[in-house]
Every structure is written in structure tokens, then in C-alpha cells.
């Protein structure tokens, strides 16, 4: 993100506006900039949205501290907030000053994105209890047991709805306009589809077979991959590559709950193909949103990918060894970091 006036910078007198500029289009989240004067009175007047652009009128002239506040809603429905000063003729006290120490872990505050990773963890593996042990079930062999199993993966599915949208208000501000904002936004209408399909996914337990539940699992994983990191230059891509991965993932470790709870040998076979598409995809993900491993370890996303890699090669590991247990405890594991990755914002 680029701003005028930029950060630290101190001007000969007030500009007429503060203007940020973003690398994608962005929303603006409830007010999208506040600017508060160095008596910490509001100074931002009209905010104007186009495109990568958001612009805010200034209203004051006085002299000293301002503190720019701003939260925005990317295309890709990932949240980004911030906060910077600048100053006029000189530098001076601000009773907003605090905001600038305010902890951020990459574009949301700590507990943001701690709440992120929960609620994408709750929704994946609610998404392979659900849409992966039928898949199983109905490829391999049904098993009584098998029904609890989707019931639970039901419930995790709707849950995490909730839990996405707290997160997401946790990772900009607990404030009525940003709520507004974020349930008008493209966010708030994913997480209305995706609830929709965990509710049908409840009315369609009742239906003597399940096979109707692989398309609400296709339309759930194309779901993801709609509030998923685009790929500049290549439109959808980012998304179609997220769904398909999101899809093998779920097929892979919801076959692993299938294969523990009754195991059958022809799992093998299934595991290594829905494995195989999981870690194509993922690799092609981590080269487009690292320059193609120029920022794995110099970025956030870079390090959580670097940590992505090892878990699912351990859980190969132990696929290789047969021990499908903690091949599943692993691959949950690996699921809390693909979460991880996914609520941090790419290097590129």
C-alpha cells in the first residue's frame, strides 16, 4: 500500500486530502479512513472509493500530529487494516498516538487472524468429515459409523460461518459501519452461501442416498475458491487452483477418518490420487503467490508455506509407512497451517 502524505512524513502545511493506494480494488470497511487532528479531533471529511484508490478529504489545517486509520475489504473479500502519522510543520502530541502500537500480524490485528486460522480450520475439517467420508462411502463401502461422522462434519460446516464472521470484524473494528460494511460485502455473501450450503447439506442427511451431497461439496469447494488470493495477470485462476486443492484436500482426509473408523485396503489407492491433486495444487499456489520462491522466506505467507510443505511431507511419510493414525493427526495438522496461509495475505 502506498500513501499521500506518506508515513513520518512532515509537510509545510495540511494537504487537501490523505490518498491511499492499494495493489488490487478495495472496499472501504465501515468508514475505510479516519483521520483524527493533533487535538484528536475527526479530520476526514467525504471518502471516495474507486477501483485501487481511496481517497479522504482533510478538514483541518492545524499544525502538529495527525494519525491516518484505515480498513478496507480486498476483492479477494481478505481484510487489511492500518494505521500511520504525519505531520504539519511540526511533530506533537496525539491522543490517538496509541493506535500506532497497536500489534498487527500481517494485515489484521493478532486476534484477527488468530480467529481466521480457527474458523478456516473448523470449516476445512468440517468440509472433509461432511463431503470427504461420503465420497468415501459411497466409492468404497457405507458404513454405520460413517453417518455420525457427516453429522459432525454438518455442524463444524455451519459453525465456522459464525466464527469467519467474527474474525473478520476482529480483523478490522467492532463497530456498527464496519459490521454494515462486511455483511454487504463480498465476505458477507460467501459466508451466507456457504451457511446455505451446510444447512442443505442438514435437509439432504435425511435423503435415502447421499450422492447429491458430492455437488454441495463441488459447490462449497468453488465457494473457497471464490474468497481465495487471485493470481495478477491471470483472471479466476487463483480461485479455480483454491477449489480444486481445497476438493482433494477434502477427499484425502475425510478417506483417512473413513479408512480409521473401518479400514479397507482399497483406500490406498483413492488416497494417493486425491493426495497427489492436494499437493499439485498447492505447489502451484505457493509458486505464483512467491514469485516462484523468491519471497518463501523473506514474507509471512512465504515461512507459513515453508511450514505447509514439511507437515504434508511428513504426513507422506507416515502414508508411506502405513500409519494411517498419524497420518491423520498430521494431516489435521497440515490443515491448521493451509489455514494459515490462507488468512495471510501472498507475497505476490
Known sequence: MQSDPQPDAVLVSAPPEVTLVFSEPVTP???????????????????????????????????????????VLAADTHPSRGVFAFAVGRESPNPFASLLDAGSAGTA??????????ARWVHFIGFALTFGVVADSLAIRPHQAFRRLIVAGVVM??????????????????????????????????????????LLAWTFLALPRLWPMLALGALDAVLDGAGAHGVPGWPLAGQALVA???GAI???????????????????RSAAATLGVAVGTGLALAIVHTEAGA?????????????????????????????RRWELAVAAGAIGVAALVGALPPAF
Request: glycine share 14%; hydrophobic share 55%; no cysteine.
Open 29 to 71: 470497511a465501515g468508514a475505510g479512513i479516519k483521520v483524527y487532528g493533533p487535538s484528536g479531533a475527526p479530520a476526514a471529511g467525504r471518502v471516495t472509493s474507486t477501483g485501487a484508490v481511496l481517497k479522504a478529504q482533510l478538514t483541518a489545517t492545524e499544525q502538529g500530529t495527525y494519525i491516518v486509520s484505515w480498513q
Open 244 to 246: 480444486v486443492h481445497v
Open 250 to 268: 477434502g477427499l484425502w482426509v475425510g478417506g483417512l477418518v473413513a479408512f480409521v473408523t473401518a479400514p479397507d485396503r482399497r483406500f490406498g
Open 157 to 198: 460446516l455451519a459453525a465456522a460461518e459464525p466464527l469467519a464472521l467474527l474474525a473478520q470484524l476482529a480483523s478490522l473494528s467492532f463497530d456498527g459501519d464496519t459490521a454494515v460494511a462486511v455483511l454487504g460485502s463480498n465476505f458477507g455473501r460467501l459466508v451466507g452461501l456457504r451457511l446455505g450450503v451446510a
Open 109 to 118: 490485528t493478532p486476534l484477527g487472524l488468530a480467529l481466521q486460522v480457527i
Open 295 to 323: 519471497a518463501l522466506v523473506s514474507s509471512d505467507y512465504g515461512r507459513a508455506v515453508i511450514l505447509k510443505v514439511l507437515v504434508v511431507g511428513l504426513a507422506i511419510g507416515l502414508a508411506a509407512l502405513g500409519r
